[in-house]
């Protein structure tokens, strides 16, 4: 299939270079105004929509009729891109520009009809994507555990590094934690992963940090609190295996 990328951003970048890194038939990466078609008359079988969500609806409408319409955001529904066939592809991963690799990321996928389908699943297999599916009444609350995943971890760890900064750590030394905790939760989900004072319930010690927070980061009391909170009620799962909390077992000398 032929296809075209629409939006010169970095997502649009991105899958124009993957894309003909593949072998794939791609016209000229467009911007505003495309319409489907290059500049000799040649239609594309696939329009990609690499735009800003609130722009999806009107780059969809310029597009003639023909081709398969796809966008890229987590959030929007198909609702949009009517009445082109069409489906949306929304890779799980950053993407910073031409650099960004796709393969083995995962992907969310919807469509509209069996052709619009079938060519999501050509464009993931082109991009090495592994996709699941989601409605677009389940479209919301996907993107909302995208943006806690991602978006959210990132606010987390700079409160981590502004409070490490005041004694004198290095966000450097919070590095190889921050991943090791990613890793367990991977490989272990995220009850038997939790580790620290909170797991072990050591209130002593949770009270001495957050009297150190409320004197050196008064503005992150709230969000030391929640997640206090949000860490007692996982560390209160017990494990099936045991009846213990899993929090409590397994404590490592980093975390004590």
Request: glycine fraction near 8%; hydrophobic fraction near 45%.
């Amino acid at each position: 299939m032929r296809v075209q990328v629409v939006g010169q951003g970095r997502m649009g970048a991105a899958l124009h270079h993957v894309l003909r890194e593949a072998g794939v038939d791609v016209l000229p990466l467009a911007g505003r105004g495309a319409t489907g078609r290059d500049a000799d008359g040649r239609s594309a079988d696939v329009v990609l929509l690499a735009v800003p969500d609130a722009e999806i609806s009107a780059a969809a409408v310029l597009v003639e009729p023909g081709p398969i319409v796809a966008h890229l955001s987590g959030a929007t529904t198909l609702a949009p891109l009517a009445p082109h066939e069409r489906f949306s592809v929304h890779p799980l991963l950053s993407v910073t520009g031409a650099e960004t690799r796709f393969a083995g990321s995962w992907a969310a996928l919807s469509a509209a009809g069996e052709r619009a389908h079938a060519a999501a699943i050509w464009l993931a297999g082109q991009l090495g994507l592994r996709t699941f599916a989601v409605s677009d009444a389940d479209r919301a609350a996907y993107h909302a555990s995208a943006s806690i995943a991602a978006n959210f971890l990132v606010t987390l760890e700079s409160v981590a590094e502004r409070l490490a900064s005041t004694a004198g750590v290095p966000r450097e030394a919070l590095v190889p934690l921050a991943r090791g905790a990613l890793d367990n939760w991977e490989h272990l989900g995220a009850v038997r992963a939790l580790t620290g004072p909170v797991a072990r319930g050591d209130e002593a010690t949770i009270a001495r940090q957050r009297a150190a927070v409320t004197e050196r980061l008064p503005d992150a009391v709230p969000l030391y609190d929640a997640m206090v909170t949000a860490s007692r009620e996982l560390a209160a799962q017990h494990d099936d295996t045991t009846g213990q909390p899993t929090g409590a077992r397994d404590q490592t000398e980093e975390t004590r």
